[in-house]
């Protein structure tokens, strides 16, 4: 029996060789090529050996992948934290704004599309602010000079960029000690510290770097206490710099070669250097005190105007030591009236009966920085006149040129040597010197030309500088400059876009055509433009918002001619006739100059009389200045179809 229900033996070694040569020679399967050769035949010995080792479930195997790329990325997210100051998060979500801003603008900017256009223009507005916001640091200085070259951006992204101030929470004072031992090998303060006193709270937290007020041990020359002004710059600016400038960098280059052709990458290696340098604090101890010799050697200046002095035995590349100045900072518009004296009395509210009783409920006065000096000579017509004729004399006599003028780097004080009655002569005080910009003999020659060619409308002469520095469009080129409108004649108007006619992407496409055709070679384009035209937009800004007490076109062009009638004396070269034509020409510019103020006080006396007197009228007690951004707006709507804000060029 147990013969008969055993298998023969040879009949099971014809099965298997019958199954393997019909496995050599039917065709391939999938499943076949899945099947091991010692596959045992019996379909229950099979089942039962996969239930014995079964596959690891799926989701189970998912899961702990995930689990893996999670803690993977944590770590990673942690180190770049701890150890290289998020540079490497800061550039993806970098790199992530600019493609979603991009792929934006691929998907949306069509014509089918332009209804849609200022919703689009609200997000792109949007995620760039909050970039630069969440990333901080040197982001903050990028958005600066972008927001103060943005009177052709869409109105949403001026809107933003007025919006952004160099303000940031303070690094705890650990942080701070960490640094000095690191720069000196000695705490801030203490028996072997740097200083005998040291403020832990900071004075004032920027992006980049903070202030605290210490006293040096040793005393001044006098006797007297020295307190100085310590900026420090925060530890994580140094390890985030070079990603964030390689982000600012790819993204421009990626902006202007594949998304929208616009020249921008021309001036990247330029903007790059100096941010660079501005993180040096030695170089900023060096320019201040460079600065601070050329104004010493000016006639005009000299007492005027005062750099704070510099400590080059306490400051390295990331602690700067200056002296401290007690004054009134330009940014505070209402002390600084009061401290010059426009102001008719104490900004508090009127005494009234019984406002000492403990149940009164009227406002307690309200103080002003500028009570705590005398009353200064003057008015804001010094301040506005000292400061345009420093900077004119920056560009056209030195060649030396501080490029963030913000009315929080300027302080008004007392003059120091100016007695101490109750009214006394004010000093002009320079802070900030870590952004400044050379300028070469040729490029001061040529820019004082064109003011001068500018003011008299000399057609050929802005051409000709046009035309030497790659710019298209002499007109346009005139009214940035001026920060006016100028149209010359020779030019008219013949081809100048129907803006008004056009849909926003009709619009868009038009300014694009415009910006391309003024930028014409951008290779012999002066970079220092950049920085100077946002010198004069901000010295420009300031004047306006202190009501336009000074002709700031008129003291810009005096020192532009003055400039050149000093380089003709110097040229013995010079022919005796083109000597004449000089003279002539310098005649013709003074009687253009007189006609400028004809002009400007007109526009004082009206503004002064509706004032006074009041009126229903719109424009009715605007100043100079206000007038010429009032016609500026005018001027980019008809020219680029873009919308400007009111007050857009204020310090």
């Given amino acids: 029996m147990s013969t008969l229900l055993r298998p023969p033996r040879r009949a099971v070694h014809a099965t298997s060789s019958s199954a393997l040569l019909t496995a050599a020679f039917a065709r391939p399967t999938a499943r076949a090529r899945l099947v091991p050769a010692h596959r045992p035949a019996h379909p229950r010995a099979h089942a039962s050996s996969s239930a014995a080792t079964p596959p690891p479930a799926r989701p ?53 599309k332009a209804h849609e256009i200022p919703a689009l223009q609200e997000r792109v507005a949007e995620r760039v602010y909050n970039l630069l916001t969440s990333n901080g640091g040197l982001y903050i200085k990028i958005g600066q000079a972008i927001g103060n070259n943005a009177a052709l951006l869409p109105k949403p992204l001026q809107e933003k960029f007025a919006s952004l101030f160099d303000d940031a929470p303070q690094v705890p004072y650990a942080v701070v000690d960490a640094v000095f031992r690191a720069e000196f090998g000695r705490p801030p303060a203490g028996p072997d510290g740097v200083f005998e006193v040291f403020e832990e709270r900071a004075a004032a937290s920027a992006s980049i770097a903070q202030v605290h007020r210490a006293k040096l041990k040793t005393p001044a020359e006098d006797g007297s206490e020295q307190w100085v002004a310590v900026k420090i710059q925060k530890p994580d600016v140094s390890r985030q710099v070079e990603w964030d400038l390689a982000a600012f960098r790819a993204v421009m280059w990626v902006y202007e070669n594949y998304l929208f052709d616009l020249p921008v990458y021309f001036v990247v290696d330029f903007i790059t250097d100096h941010l660079r340098r501005e993180l040096d604090f030695s170089l900023e101890a060096a320019n201040a005190q460079r600065t601070a010799s050329f104004i010493a050697d000016s006639p005009t200046l000299a007492g005027r105007v005062y750099i704070p002095r510099v400590f080059p035995e306490l400051s390295t590349s990331r602690v700067l030591v200056a002296e401290w100045i007690d004054g009134v900072r330009l940014s505070d518009r209402r002390a600084i009236a009061r401290l ?44 506005m006149r000292t400061m345009v004729e420093l900077f004119s004399a920056q560009i056209f006599d030195w060649g030396w040129v501080h490029c963030d003028p913000h009315p929080g780097n300027i302080i008004i004080r007392p003059r120091p040597d100016s007695g101490s009655g109750s009214v006394r002569e004010p000093q002009f005080v320079l802070l900030d010197h870590g952004l400044y910009v050379r300028l070469s003999p040729s490029f001061q020659a040529q820019y004082a030309r064109l003011w001068k060619g500018l003011l008299t409308l000399d057609y050929a002469v802005v051409r000709g500088v046009a035309s030497e520095w790659g710019i298209g469009m002499p007109d346009l080129f005139a009214s940035a400059t001026l920060m006016r409108p100028v149209r010359f004649a020779q030019q008219g108007a013949e081809g100048l876009p129907d803006f008004e006619r056009m849909d926003e992407y009709e619009r868009g496409v038009a300014m694009k055509a415009r910006l391309k055709g003024f930028l014409t070679d951008t290779d012999k384009m002066p970079k220092e433009l950049v920085f100077i035209g946002r010198n004069m937009r901000i010295v420009q800004g300031n004047n306006q918002s202190f009501g336009s007490p000074v002709n700031r076109i008129r003291i810009t062009g005096e020192w532009a001619a003055r400039s050149l009638l000093r380089a003709h004396a110097r040229d013995v070269a010079l022919s005796p006739v083109r000597r004449l034509r000089e003279l002539v020409s310098h005649a013709l510019f003074r009687a253009v100059m007189f006609t400028s103020d004809v002009l400007f006080w007109i526009a004082r006396a009206r503004q002064w009389f509706w004032r006074r007197f009041g009126s229903g009228r719109v424009h009715g007690g605007e100043g100079f200045e206000d007038e010429l951004e009032r016609t500026m707006r005018n001027f980019a709507k008809a020219n680029f179809g873009v919308d400007i804000p009111q007050n857009v060029f204020e310090g």
Avoid: H
């Fill in 60 to 112: 189970r195997r998912y899961a702990r992948r995930t689990a893996f790329i999670l803690l993977g990325l944590g770590l990673a997210y942690e180190a770049d934290r701890q150890f290289n100051a998020s540079a490497i998060g800061r550039n993806l979500r970098t790199l992530w704004t600019c493609l979603v801003i991009a792929l934006d603008y691929k998907l949306n900017f069509k014509p089918e």
């Fill in 340 to 383: 010059m004296g426009d102001s008719p009395g104490p900004d508090s509210t009127p005494a009234v009966a019984g406002t000492n009783s403990p149940d009164s409920n009227a406002a307690p006065a309200r103080t002003s920085e500028a009570d705590r000096f005398p009353r200064l000579r003057g008015g804001t017509e010094w301040v």
